[in-house]
C-alpha cells in the first residue's frame, strides 16, 4: 500500500514540476491563447473530479440515509465551500493576470504572493487526494485503487498548466530560468503536504468520509468559480477556454468511469 500511496500523494506535485520545466526550454512567454486553453482544461478536470471522484462517492457511500443520502454532501460542500471563502480573505494573493492584491494586508512581493495563489489552489486539491486515500486505507469507502489513482493522475495533468502558468511569466519579467523553475516548484508544496496531513487524521475522517470527499469537491469547485472561470471568459478567445474545459471535464469523466 506504502508505494501505491506514495504514487498518488507525489503524482501532483510532479504534474507540476514537469510544467514548471517548460520555462528551461521554452524561449517565449506563453501566448494568452494558449493560456485561456491551459487554464480552461484545468478548470474541466477540476470541476470533473469533484463530480466524478468526490460528490458522486460521498452520496453512494452514504446510501443508508435513505431519502436523505443527500444530506452528507450537501453539507460537506457547503463546508467546503465557507472554508474557501474564508482562506480566499486570509491568505495575501492575487489572481493570474492581475495585480489586484486579495487576502489579508501584507508586504509580500508579487513572486510570493503568486505562489500563494496557486497553494490556494492546491491545498483543496491536496485533501481531495487525501481523503480518497484515506478512504481507501480505511477500506470501508468503496474506493478502489485504481479510482483513487485515476483522480491523482488527473490533478497531475491539471497541475501542469498551471506549474507553466507560474513559472513562465516569472521568467519573462527578468527572473532567472532557474529561479522561476523553483518558484513554480514550490507552488504545489502545498498539495502533498494537505494531502498528508489528511492521511495522517484518517481515523478521525473515517467516520465522517462522505462529509470529507464533498468538502474537498466544495473546495475545489470555488477555486474552478471564482479564479478559473473568470480567467477563462475574460480572456479574447474565450472560445478556446471553454472547449478546453469541455475537453479536460471529458477527460476526466473517462478516466473516472473506464478505470475506476
Not at 198 to 218: D, K, R, S, V
Request: glycine share 10%; charged share 10%.
Amino acid at each position: 500500500m506504502l508505494p501505491n500511496l506514495l504514487k498518488g500523494i507525489l503524482l501532483p506535485l510532479l504534474g507540476t514540476s514537469l510544467g514548471s520545466a517548460c520555462v528551461l526550454f521554452m524561449k517565449k512567454n506563453i501566448s494568452n491563447k494558449l493560456r485561456s486553453a491551459l487554464i480552461g482544461f484545468a478548470a474541466g478536470v477540476m470541476f470533473a473530479a469533484s463530480v466524478w471522484s468526490l460528490i458522486i462517492p460521498a452520496v453512494e457511500s452514504s446510501l443508508s440515509y435513505g431519502k436523505l443520502a443527500f444530506l452528507p454532501a450537501l453539507i460537506g460542500f457547503w463546508l467546503g465551500i465557507v472554508f474557501l471563502i474564508a482562506l480566499d480573505h486570509l491568505i495575501p494573493h492575487i489572481h493570474l493576470g492581475s495585480m489586484q492584491k486579495e487576502g489579508v494586508k501584507s508586504r509580500f512581493g508579487k513572486n510570493t504572493m503568486l505562489i500563494f495563489t496557486v497553494a490556494l489552489h492546491n491545498i483543496p486539491e491536496g485533501m481531495s487526494v487525501g481523503v480518497v486515500y484515506a478512504g481507501l486505507i480505511n477500506g470501508d469507502s468503496g474506493i478502489s485503487l485504481a479510482s483513487a489513482l485515476v483522480l491523482s493522475i488527473g490533478i497531475a495533468v491539471q497541475n501542469f498548466p498551471e506549474g507553466a502558468i507560474i513559472s513562465m511569466p516569472l521568467a519573462s519579467e527578468g527572473m532567472g530560468k532557474g529561479n522561476s523553475f523553483i518558484y513554480g516548484v514550490l507552488s504545489g508544496v502545498a498539495e502533498p503536504a494537505a494531502a498528508i496531513l489528511t492521511i495522517i487524521f484518517y481515523e478521525m475522517i473515517a467516520c465522517t468520509l462522505p462529509y470529507m470527499l464533498a468538502f474537498a469537491a466544495g473546495a475545489m469547485i470555488y477555486v474552478v468559480v471564482e479564479e478559473l472561470v473568470p480567467e477563462i471568459s475574460e480572456a479574447e478567445n474565450s472560445d478556446i477556454g471553454t472547449l478546453l474545459f469541455a475537453l479536460g471535464f471529458s477527460v476526466m469523466m473517462v478516466l473516472d468511469i473506464a478505470l475506476g
